[in-house]
């Protein structure tokens, strides 16, 4: 049966609140099948067309997907394909890449009132602050910020820079047991300063892309708060309207 839920809501609302937080839970990881729905409604004593609904609405939100023939699955967050509407990307030959990424700095600080306040935290709460240069075919391209909760992200205090790799959401999942499904992103242009000039062998006052995103957990909990600048001469805008 659906327990710790609102029974003020509807029904389908309370197993879509219940299945959610079976996923906060890890009981199914990103890439993984939720049982079928005849398993949840024989599971939770409900309707097979209350268990599609609840999970219609999870597939709404993009926190599952179903694949055709196959079942219903915790969808993986794709946020790095979001860099390839910005920037190229790309070897020579044109092929889409994962630019090579390089933690250059990492240190444990109060939070500064921004940061705090982008991920809704007390004032002067323990943050990790990660700058991260991202590389294609090894020309820097991207200088980055990253700010996470300490509490929540513990384990990246003591691991190694080179156990990082290039992609910090499977590392935030494996290693913290958090987990990223949606975020925001906001565009804005400014001047490179010293630090981001010599990071990206560019003049200082050059125009620079920043990309800010907020990421957010399955609760819409902030997870994470960072700002990638690139060169403006390297910017692209790709966007497919149908």
């Excluded at 499904?181 to 006052?205: D, F, I, K, M, Q």
């Excluded at 990309?211 to 790709?238: M, N, Q, T």
């Amino acid at each position: 049966m659906i327990a710790s839920t609102d029974s003020r809501l509807p029904l389908y609302q309370r197993l879509r609140d219940a299945l959610a937080a079976g996923i906060v839970r890890q009981e199914w990881r990103p890439g993984e099948a939720i049982p079928t729905e005849a398993e949840l409604a024989q599971t939770h004593g409900v309707a097979v067309g209350t268990v599609r609904k609840a999970i219609d609405q999870l597939v709404a939100e993009g926190v599952l997907e179903r694949q055709q023939g196959r079942g219903t699955f915790v969808r993986r967050a794709r946020f790095n394909s979001s860099l390839f509407r910005f920037f190229r990307f790309q070897s020579e030959s044109g092929e889409r890449r994962v630019p090579e990424s390089r933690i250059i700095h990492r240190e444990v600080i109060a939070a500064p009132s921004a940061v705090a306040s982008a991920l809704r935290l007390p004032a002067d709460e323990p943050v990790i602050r990660l700058s991260r240069l991202r590389l294609n075919d090894g020309t820097p391209l991207l200088a980055e910020e990253i700010w996470v909760q300490r509490a929540r992200f513990e384990p990246l205090v003591d691991i190694g820079p080179e156990q990082f790799g290039d992609l910090l959401y499977p590392l935030y999942e494996e290693r913290c047991g958090q987990v990223v499904v949606s975020a925001e992103e906001t565009l804005t242009v400014e001047l490179a300063r010293p630090l981001e000039a010599r990071l990206l062998n560019h003049e200082v006052g050059a125009p620079l892309i920043v990309i800010e995103r907020l990421a957010f957990d399955l609760e819409h909990r902030p997870l994470e708060w960072r700002r990638s600048r690139g060169p403006a001469d390297k910017f692209r805008y790709h966007v497919e309207i149908r």
